[in-house]
């Protein structure tokens, strides 16, 4: 092999190896490259899709605002009895003493569903305490989520969505059905933000928010679904004076 013959054979192996060298940095800037536009179209996606779940939440679900008359010597021993409840939980699915009382309260069978049920049992303790009379009850007497914001809607006086107060009570409704859920307010934050007290409910966000084991203190917002489940809208109280 004579010189120039080797001088070419090395001078093509270099300029293999420099085109191997560049296809792979200019394919590695191109992966990133295109990671890059990846991520960004996921991250549009996602809060447009964010974006259209709140949207439907909002037609499906305008909240609405009643407002009831409340004995504030009622409230005030509705706020004991009620805090009393939080932190027990269930001894069966639905069951134990304490969810067997909530259930007879309004009348519905052992084992059923008892967000609902549970409030009207601390209303009802509270009246026997303070021996007051059943209709001094604000709510109505069942075991329903949605029954009870259907009776408010019905004799309630119907108020902005706006200016919530401890005692108040937030409803849920499903998206597919009349099920809902039904929560009390403890604490107002900003932005919408509320504490509330929950009965059969899970401790935190990723359990089963209305069929879980226990009574807890959530955090809502007033405004936004929770699930499978949309805000309806608020039962709202004017305290009146004792007597």
């Known amino acids: 092999m004579t010189t120039e013959e080797i001088d070419e054979f090395v001078q093509s192996s270099i300029d293999k190896k420099e085109f191997k ?88 069978a052992f084992g059923s569903p008892y967000c609902a049920s549970a409030p009207y049992w601390c209303y009802s303790e509270a009246v026997k305490k303070l021996k007051l009379a059943t209709s001094d009850i604000p709510i109505r007497r069942t075991g329903l989520a949605n029954g009870a914001f259907d009776a408010a809607k019905q004799k309630g006086t119907k108020s902005q969505y706006q200016d919530f107060s401890k005692g108040d009570h937030l409803i849920y409704k499903s998206f597919n059905s009349n099920s809902g859920h039904f929560t009390t307010i403890k604490e107002v934050g900003k932005n919408g933000n509320v504490t509330t007290w929950e009965f059969n409910t899970s401790p935190n966000r990723t359990g089963n928010q209305r069929e879980g084991d226990g009574n807890f203190e959530k955090q809502r917002n007033i405004y936004h679904p929770t699930g499978r489940m949309g805000v309806r809208g608020i039962i709202k109280f004017n305290k009146q004076s004792a007597g």
Do not use: W
Not at 25 to 46: C, V
Not at 58 to 68: G, I, N, S
Not at 74 to 88: A, D, N, R, V
């Open 21 to 108: 060298r560049t296809m792979k940095i200019e394919t590695e800037e191109y992966l990133k490259e295109y990671s890059k536009k990846i991520l960004r179209a996921f991250i549009i996606g996602a809060i447009i899709l964010i974006g259209f779940v709140f949207s439907i939440s909002y037609l499906l679900f305008a909240q609405e605002c009643y407002v009831l008359p409340i004995r504030s010597d009622l409230q005030k021993e509705f706020f004991t009895i009620i805090q009393s409840q939080m932190g027990l939980r269930e001894t069966g699915n639905n069951r134990g003493q304490h969810v067997d009382n909530y259930n007879k309260s309004t009348g519905v």
